[in-house]
């Protein structure tokens, strides 16, 4: 069965800062890939996902992810990252043209000021 | 595009009792799914509640536990069945396949935050 890791449960950064979540999956076939967010008190959101084409897939609020196949990697990165990106975030695979959606650990970010 | 409604939005129960929670989106969909969110843990998935059948659940979730009804293609209840303090979560339903929204991406309701006494 797929898995889904995400090496980082909680990181804390000052504003500004850049981040990186690692997110890595066990699955050979076709994949889709998705970073959802989940602020304080407010429910699951989407920031980005990849089905195909490019591997560099641009989100909202300035997130962006890269797929590498052959790491089995689809990292979300952010450049400067503000008070407001406090949030737990949540790496998620579909695989082989499923619907099931297998979901990370999870990483708590904290920013702060 | 869709907006996905739960009710209750929290409860805390007796153990022994059983709970219905309801999803009602605002536009017809495609697929409707239930997950759990257990305290410091990752979201499962218990089952893809199919409209007008039986709901198709993954392994380590049955029927029995909870009961999935799908009426329509905008609503759906999950029943949490003779609760023990092991159920106490957060149990989330998502929708794919909406209007606006295309098709593959999953968008999730608020939660309900269940808490078995």
């Known amino acids: 069965a797929q898995s889904v890791s995400q090496h980082n449960h909680h990181v804390i950064l000052s504003e500004a800062a850049s981040l990186e979540l690692g997110c890595n999956y066990s699955?050979?076939?076709?994949?889709?890939l998705f970073w959802y967010v989940q602020y304080p008190g407010q429910h699951l959101q989407l920031l980005l996902k990849?089905?195909?084409?490019?591997?560099l897939v641009k989100g909202i609020k300035g997130f962006e992810a890269e797929f590498i196949k052959s790491k089995f990697s689809f990292n979300l990165r952010k450049p400067s990252v503000q008070w407001s990106d406090t949030a737990e975030y949540f790496c998620a695979v579909k695989t082989g043209g499923g619907n099931k959606l297998t979901f990370g650990t999870g990483t708590q970010l904290k920013v702060e000021l | 595009s869709a907006v996905i409604s739960q009710k209750p939005s929290r409860d805390i129960c007796q153990r022994g009792t059983s709970l219905t929670i309801q999803c009602q989106v605002d536009?017809?969909?495609?697929?409707m799914f239930w997950y759990r969110q257990q305290p410091g843990q990752s979201l499962t998935l218990i089952a893809t509640?199919?409209?007008?059948?039986?709901?198709?659940?993954e392994s380590g979730f049955v029927i029995d536990k909870f009961p999935i009804s799908r009426p329509n293609l905008t609503f759906s209840t999950l029943t949490v069945s003779n609760m023990s303090p092991e159920d106490s979560s957060i149990y989330l339903c998502s929708v794919e396949g909406s209007r606006g929204r295309g098709t593959d991406t999953q968008y999730f309701g608020p939660g309900t935050r269940l808490t078995v006494l």
């Open positions: 509640a199919n409209q007008g059948s039986e709901a198709t659940y």
């Open positions: 699955y050979g076939g076709t994949v889709n």
């Open positions: 536009s017809q969909v495609t697929m």
């Open positions: 990849y089905f195909s084409g490019d591997p």
